[in-house]
């Protein structure tokens, strides 16, 4: 063997202040590790490290969603073939204990073994800012619940002169009425200091909807530019499409088949079959919220779509359950969601063209010319069979700056 047959894998522990690095060849020969800041610099350095040792196969790294985070986008934009280590080896931990430097050798040997490594999110686009806003949405969802919550508990043992001003009336429609008062007198009489608790409340339950409400329009625009087609099926809006996008990631590629997503988001069957009874069960793991988001979806469609209440009426009348046949319906958004992730734009609408060319008695030569094209390229725009966004825009903009032809 010679040195010219030795490539090297690299295995990062990752922490708030340091990451660990460990070097391993290609043969799982120990050959070096360091200690670096997990700073800019740091990040330089690790990348400049791993290199020191030969041709790099790929790069191990722990918490790719935390604290390696940055690191693993360094790393990526340098080139390197980032894994993500999705946990430490127990077995050698009980055998060698735990040290940083140990977990890192355990990252590298676990991508040498392509044992618990999966490729990692790269958090650098879109599905990034998705992610962030809903951090905030989700913070102020639940903080707006847990006012109305609040405000429910005080009414409870409230004076009767407050509470039969509110009965009767919604928690929504109760908050704004409260947020309207206006409370004037001693603030040591329990009846006023209740009345300016409620207003307090009352407003900041209207701040949280406002925040939401922001964040929802915020949503809806990144969503609009980076993934349309996924709002145009059936029982997805603004939250449900923004937490699949978040799932999947800013790289969608990095799950090659609808099974994988389906096993991402917890909705691939697992057997529970026994004698002569088959059956499947839900999975259990996966991304929870994913999950919950298909289970709204089919919620909707169970209570609005026609071909899903068909579906729905089918398989009772062969015996399954409510739930098994939830699991079913699951597994098909999922496979429908997957292939609108893998190619989130829609389809340009092309089929208004032709019929707007042949109403102004133009051949598709003239309007080459005009539009300094192909014959065979307007052709291809009107029957859809070509996908030329800039093109098809300055064709539709050019007819419609044409004078109308009297019949």
């Known amino acids: 063997m010679t040195t010219d047959d030795i490539s090297v894998i690299a295995g990062i522990d990752t922490h708030a202040d340091t990451h660990h690095v460990a070097i391993i060849t290609n043969y799982g020969k120990h050959l070096a590790d360091m200690k670096f800041l997990a700073v800019g610099s740091g990040y330089r350095e690790i990348a400049e490290y791993i290199t020191r040792y030969g041709p790099v196969i790929a790069v191990g790294v722990e918490g790719t969603g935390s604290y390696g985070a940055e690191l693993t986008r360094v790393l990526i934009h340098e080139g390197f073939e980032v894994k993500e280590v999705n946990r430490p080896n127990r077995q050698a931990r009980r055998i060698h204990g735990k040290s940083d430097p140990l977990d890192a050798y355990q990252a590298a040997e676990s991508v040498l073994a392509q044992r618990g490594t999966s490729t990692p999110k790269t958090r650098d686009g879109n599905v990034e800012a998705l992610r962030v806003l809903r951090t905030a949405r989700t913070s102020a969802m639940k903080a707006r619940t847990a006012v109305l919550t609040q405000i429910s508990a005080i009414l409870t043992s409230a004076p009767e002169s407050i509470r039969a001003k509110y009965r009767g009336k919604t928690s929504e429609s109760r908050a704004k009425s409260m ?11 329990p009846l006023v200091a209740t009345a300016v608790t409620l207003k307090r409340m009352a407003a900041r339950h209207a701040y949280l909807t406002t925040e939401i409400d922001n964040c929802d329009a915020e949503l809806a625009r990144i969503i609009a530019e980076h993934a349309p087609a996924l709002t145009l099926i059936k029982g997805v809006g603004t939250a449900v499409a923004s937490q699949l996008l978040v ?15 389906a096993a991402l988001a917890g909705v691939a069957p697992i057997p529970a079959s026994s004698g002569k009874t088959t059956r499947h069960r839900l999975s259990r793991g996966g991304d929870r919220a994913a999950n919950s988001a298909i289970h709204r979806i089919v919620l909707v469609r169970m209570a609005k779509d026609q071909r899903t209440q068909d579906y729905v009426v089918k398989r009772t009348s062969e015996g399954k359950g409510k739930k098994e046949i939830m699991r079913c319906l699951k597994r098909y958004v999922a496979r429908e969601i997957y ?45 859809g069979a070509t996908q030329d966004r800039v093109l098809s825009e300055r064709y539709r903009a050019w007819l419609s700056e044409q004078p109308k032809v009297s019949a």
């Open 339 to 383: 292939r609108v992730l893998q190619n989130p734009r829609p389809g340009l609408l092309t089929n208004d063209l032709r019929p707007r060319r042949l109403a102004l008695h133009l051949t598709q030569t003239a309007v080459a010319l005009e539009l300094s094209a192909w014959p065979k390229a307007i052709s291809r725009i009107e029957r």
């Open 247 to 261: 799932t999947i990631g800013d790289n969608p590629e990095r799950l090659t088949t609808e099974a994988q997503f």
């Open 179 to 189: 947020a309207t008062s206006r409370p004037t007198g001693d603030i040591t009489d």
